[in-house]
C-alpha cells in the first residue's frame, strides 16, 4: 500500500472517530490488523501531531462562534457566563492531564495490538451509549460538578476502545445536562487537551521531517481536516435527535468481532 493511500485511510478514520461515538484509538487499532500494516496506529510523531491539528482546526471551524464568544468574553475580565464555561473546561481536563501524565507509559504499552481490550471496551462504548440514548430529563446546564465527573469519563476514554465523544457525550446526558450543550461542552473541552498534546510532542526533539513525508502529512491533515468538519457537525445533530444507539449498535458489533477474532487466531 501507498504512503499516500495509507495517509488517506489514517486521515479519515482520525477524522471520523475524533467526533463520531465509536473510538478513534480503537478503530485504529483495528486498523492495523485490518490493513496487516503497524504503521496505521504507529505513525511518526509527527503524523500524529498533524491528524490532532487537522481534527483540532475542524472543530475550531465548527465551534467558531462560541470560541469567539468565549474568548470575547475573557478579554473583558468579567465574570460573566463565558468566563465560568472557561473554567468548567478548565476543570474538565485536570483528570485526565494527570492520568496521561502520570501513566504515560502505561498507557502507550496499552496500544500495541490489544485487539481483545479494543473489543471489550467497545462493548462498554456501547453499553453507555444505549443508556444515553434513553435518559429522559436532560435540560439542565454543565455545572462544576458535572464538569470534573465529565472530567473523569474523559480520562477513562485514553483507554483504546472508549470514544472520548461517546463517553463524555454520554455522562453529560446521562447526568441530566441538554443534549445540544452536552456535545457544545464535549468537543470544545477536548481543544484545549489537543493542542497542549501538539505542543508536547512537538517540544519533545522527537519528531522527525523529511522532504519525503510533506505530501502524505498534507493528504492525510486535508482528509482528518474535512472528514472531522462533516462528523462533528453530524455528531452534533444525531445527540439532538437521540439517534446515540445507532453507534451503540455499531460498538457492540464490532466489539465481538474484534473479541472473537483475537480469542481464535
Known amino acids: 500500500m501507498s504512503e499516500l493511500l495509507r495517509a488517506i485511510i489514517l486521515g479519515i478514520i482520525q477524522g471520523l ?14 486498523g492495523k490488523f485490518i490493513m496487516n500494516d503497524t504503521s496505521v496506529g504507529e505513525q511518526s510523531m509527527l503524523m500524529t501531531v498533524v491528524l490532532h491539528a487537522a481534527t483540532a482546526l475542524s472543530t475550531i471551524v465548527v465551534f467558531r ?14 465574570l460573566n457566563d463565558s468566563f465560568w464555561f472557561s473554567v468548567k473546561i478548565v476543570i474538565s ?6 492520568i496521561g501524565l502520570m501513566f504515560e507509559d502505561q498507557i502507550e504499552a ?6 481483545l481490550l479494543v473489543g471489550a471496551m467497545l462493548l462498554v462504548t456501547g453499553a453507555i451509549l444505549f443508556l444515553a440514548d434513553r435518559a429522559k430529563d436532560t435540560t439542565k446546564d454543565v455545572g462544576f460538578k458535572e464538569a470534573v465527573i465529565i472530567g473523569i469519563s474523559q480520562a477513562i476514554a485514553i483507554l483504546p476502545g472508549i470514544s472520548r465523544s461517546g463517553a463524555t457525550i454520554s455522562t453529560s446526558v446521562l447526568l441530566g445536562i441538554d443534549r445540544s450543550k452536552a456535545a457544545r461542552f464535549s468537543f470544545l473541552m477536548v481543544i484545549p487537551l489537543i493542542l497542549g498534546k501538539m505542543a508536547k510532542d512537538i517540544l519533545s526533539g522527537e519528531i522527525a521531517y523529511s522532504q519525503e513525508t510533506l505530501m ?12 472531522g468538519i462533516l462528523a462533528c457537525t453530524w455528531m452534533i445533530k444525531l445527540v439532538k435527535a437521540s439517534k446515540l444507539s445507532y453507534f451503540a449498535i455499531y460498538c457492540f458489533i464490532v466489539g465481538i468481532g474484534a473479541i472473537v477474532w483475537s480469542l481464535t487466531h
Do not use: C, N, R, Y
Open 65 to 78: 462562534k462560541d470560541i469567539w464568544e468565549i474568548i470575547s468574553g475573557l478579554f473583558q475580565f468579567k
Open 110 to 115: 496499552l496500544f500495541s495490538k490489544q485487539l
Open 216 to 227: 502524505p502529512l498534507s493528504v492525510g491533515f486535508i482528509a482528518a481536516f474535512l472528514t
Open 17 to 30: 472517530t475524533e467526533f463520531l461515538p465509536v473510538s478513534s484509538s480503537g478503530h485504529l487499532e483495528l
Open 93 to 98: 481536563m485536570i483528570p485526565a492531564v494527570f
